[in-house]
């Protein structure tokens, strides 16, 4: 899903990925990753997905055997594994029964814990820690609001999810990755 390939003397290389071998039981071991262990590869999963109908870089089958190969980094640091709709057309055609919306879910949350998360959710992480929402308002859609008759919206996330955030290290994770930028 990313690109390994290096250039060396002018020459476009592939690099060898990573494996870890125990990355396959991280992901058994998390709620909704059970069923990694029963898919065997037969592609369905991608021949129905609506967004791999629309791009080649996105592939379920392909995320699913990368992490049954232990290739975690290139798994986990893959952008187009946000591309996901969670439409769950993958997990009702499956005939393995794997649940595979339910995995690719898992490896997300996996990829944000381990430091992987594209710019873009950054930003709307930022947002929701302090504004409560997903992308800035304006002082002037305020204004609009406000002229429209509509009611004032909260310029501070509510209490509730300030404290989910704390209770899930929501807070931590986008703090570390602020100082990493
Ligand atoms: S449809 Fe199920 S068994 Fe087939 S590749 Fe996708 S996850 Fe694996
Ligand atoms: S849930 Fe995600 S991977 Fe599955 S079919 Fe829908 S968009 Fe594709």
């Keep these: 899903m990313t690109d390994n390939a290096v ?3 002018g020459v476009k290389l592939q690099t060898p990925s990573r494996v870890n071998p125990e990355f396959k039981h991280e992901v058994l071991s998390m709620p909704g990753g059970e069923t990694l262990k029963y898919c065997f590869q037969c592609g369905t999963c991608t021949s129905c997905c609506p967004i791999a109908d629309i791009t080649d870089s996105y592939r379920p089958r392909t995320a699913i055997r990368l992490a049954q ?3 975690e980094e290139r798994l986990l ?3 187009t594994l946000w591309l996901c709709a ?3 057309t993958c997990t009702d055609h499956c005939p393995q029964g794997v649940e595979v919306k339910d995995v690719l879910r898992v490896f997300q949350n996996l990829a944000v814990k381990k430091g992987y998360i594209p ?3 950054r930003e709307v992480g930022k947002n929701i820690l302090n504004a409560g929402y997903a992308y800035k308002i304006s002082k002037f859609k305020m204004k609009k609001r406000i002229e429209k008759g509509l009611p004032p919206l909260s310029e501070t996330p509510p209490a509730h999810m300030e404290k989910l955030a ?3 290290g929501f807070h931590e994770t986008i703090a570390e990755m602020e100082d990493e930028e």
């Design 7 to 9: 250039e060396s003397e």
């Design 69 to 71: 190969l232990g290739l």
């Design 77 to 79: 640091s893959s952008d």
């Design 86 to 88: 969670a439409c769950y």
């Design 119 to 121: 710019r873009v959710y």
């Design 166 to 168: 704390k209770a899930t």
